[in-house]
């Protein structure tokens, strides 16, 4: 058994099977198996063998009618390689006899053939090397790790080990099957993160390399509340963890027990929590946590998870299929917020031009104003919806107030479309924008004077003004949410709000992490949206604190100039008001 850690970003612990994905370069470990078992690593090893034969009988097959022969014998080599009873019988005694995991002995056996027609001296000989590390690839391909296409069509529950996994390969995870998953990179906010939260998957991300040290197959615990994921665990781990999940079962049904009282803090003020959705399907997650609506619908995702280009109707239906679940909440839609870790393969066949800094290339609001029939598609989609409920619209990562004048121009060349064309819409729709680009927080005065709301994006406010790469783990540990220039871009914006009656909601996971509640309550904030499966926990916060108190909070936490005495005193202010929280 051994233990490593990464970013906890989707709660839950399960343990299954793992089901790894294949990465690129496998370093293989020098893994040994219990004697009793190496009667299964060896039918382990023969089927990968087999596998490994049949696609190289394939390849061949291939290569003869369409290359002619001299191509196809290059194949036919490697089959008479893999097929020499010399080199398996080789491997097999070092499983047998000294038991090596099959990954490992293989590993050995061929890297030392390698290692020998390299020193020949001969050039023709040493290029043989290559076909044997690729032989060595190929057999490990079938030991450790599953190929992506296999993902999608899995037939039992399985926890998915990745290097990494897209936004869009996530959100496309089959959820009947899989129960959680661990991928080497990945940081805190990455999309992939968050779609975690939205599938309610417990997940962890940037683990760093991991993926050699587990074979597929074998028993893993991903733990989403620690951040840590346990290969090959002993009984009195597994029972551990029973019984953790067992403790989580008594706590959901404590806090389900507040879905009936309403949402306010301890002295009465309501507070709104909306829901974060990323499908039409989560709605129902958010009505049964008690939200009061939907603050960010991520309609992106209608993108990510078809390979098909979603037609104006496709949008409509998906809208509408929200607004049945709240037909008189507020629901808002944010408009396509594309690019960056979220590339559709539908658009432009997925061949998008490699941006050198996707992060602040072509992407969300830029994008949609460069491509009008894309962005009009959407906007009279949401429209013709907005008969349905109460529709807003928001426009994400608006950085100039150029953009958000055009954008509303295109708005109303689109509205006069659909009179035209006698189509019903409400013509009073909110028109909102997202706070995420530090320029936007400082020039928030004049934001004011074009929109009807704000929505602060911590998730990007943070990205920009720290410079770091929200999904890249290597600078996770340099992603704060209670940084102090977080803290005071944010002041600034909800004092602009209430100065000009301009609504503020925070919708970046920062307001979904409890321990941040009482000093945004205190900043003044009253309205959030918030991952759906966080909305208990944080109601249950909000119950336990007073204005008064909130306020002394916040006043005491903008004395503080680093992140971590932020987060501290913060984390120490919770276990007071809500010890509960902590002890189960
Ligand atoms: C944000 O940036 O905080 C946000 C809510 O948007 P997204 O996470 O989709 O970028
Ligand atoms: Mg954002």
Known sequence: MFVKRGIAVSPGVVAGPAFVLGTEDFRIPRRLVKIDAVDSEIARFEVALKHVCEEIYENQQQAASQLGEQYAAIFSAHLQMVQDPKLTDEILTLIREKCFSPEFASSRVLRKYAKIFQNLGNNYLAERAADIFDLEKRLLKHLLGERREELMNLAAPVIVLAHNLTPSETSKLNKK???????????????????????????IV?????????????TVIVDGNQGEIIIDPDEETLDRYRHAEERQRHVTARLDSLLKLPTETKDHIPITLLGNIEFPDEAE???????????????????????????????????CKVLKAFPTHPVVIRTLDLGADKIPTSINGGHWTASPNPELGLRSIRLTLKNLPLFKTQL???????????????FPLVSTLLEIRQAKMILRDVIDDLEEAHQ?????VPLGMMVEVPAAALLAEEFAQEVDFFSIGTNDLIQYTLAVDRSDPAVADLYRSGDPSILRLIQQVVEVGQKHNVPVTVCGQMSSDTKFMPLLLGMGLR??????????????????????????????????????????????????????LFSS
């Open 177 to 203: 099957f899989v129960l959680g998953f661990a991928t080497e990179v990945g940081g805190h906010t990455s999309h992939t993160a968050i779609l975690a939260g939205a599938l309610e998957l417990p997940a």
């Open 206 to 218: 940037g683990v760093g390399e991991f993926l050699s040290d587990v074979s597929g197959g074998e």
């Open 285 to 319: 997650h958010c009505t049964s946590r008690g939200a009061d609506g939907v603050g960010l619908y991520r309609t992106e995702f209608l993108y990510l998870e078809s390979d098909r280009e979603p037609t104006e109707d496709d949008h409509f239906d998906a809208y």
């Open 380 to 394: 009279r989609a949401i429209l013709r919806a907005s008969v349905h409920g109460d529709v807003r619209i928001m």
């Open 424 to 428: 019903q819409f409400r013509r009073d």
């Open 527 to 580: 309205h959030f949206s918030v991952t759906p499966f966080s909305i208990p926990e944080l109601k249950e916060v909000l119950r336990h604190t007073t204005r008064e108190h909130a306020e002394a909070v916040a006043a005491h936490v903008m004395k503080f100039d680093t992140a971590r005495d932020v987060e501290s005193y913060l984390r120490g202010e919770l276990k007071k008001i809500c010890p509960d």
